[in-house]
Nanobody, 125 residues
Framework: QVQLKESGGGLVQAGDSLRLSCAAS????????MAWFRQAPGKEREFVAA????????DYADSVKGRFTISRGNAKNAVYLQMNSLKPEDTAVYYC??????????????????WGQGTQVTVSS
């Protein structure tokens, strides 16, 4: 089993920055491909960013390209999401996701077998 724990959410103003963190524990000998998804009230969960287990491949939703950066920790069992120039439409619960069965999980939620509890990000205008 893999446990994921997000942190770093909060209430900020438009234009501010936040850095989300996600730590994986459990199967520490596995390689994790990881991603961030988000879900706003009344909306479907949507892809934000993904990173391969080596950190060599990344992908972003069009809505966050140029503003968000996904990266991995040196120990490879952590992933970060640096969010700059935040907008009110970025308000959502942000979820960390991981897969141990693929080098790169992709942008579909079905590619990930492990999920965190989520962390709330609220951006005021």
């Amino acid at each position: 089993q893999v446990q994921l724990k997000e942190s770093g959410g909060g209430l900020v103003q438009a234009g501010d920055s936040l850095r989300l963190s996600c730590a994986a524990s459990g199967r520490t000998t596995s390689n994790y491909a990881m991603a961030w998804f988000r879900q706003a009230p009344g909306k479907e969960r949507e892809f934000v960013a993904a990173i391969s287990w080596s950190g060599g491949s990344t992908d972003y939703a069009d809505s966050v390209k140029g503003r968000f950066t996904i990266s991995r920790g040196n120990a490879k069992n952590a992933v970060y999401l640096q969010m700059n120039s935040l907008k009110p439409e970025d308000t959502a619960v942000y979820y960390c996701a991981a897969t141990t069965t693929r080098y790169y999980g992709g942008s579909a939620s079905v590619g990930y077998g492990y999920w965190g509890q989520g962390t709330q990000v609220t951006v005021s205008s």
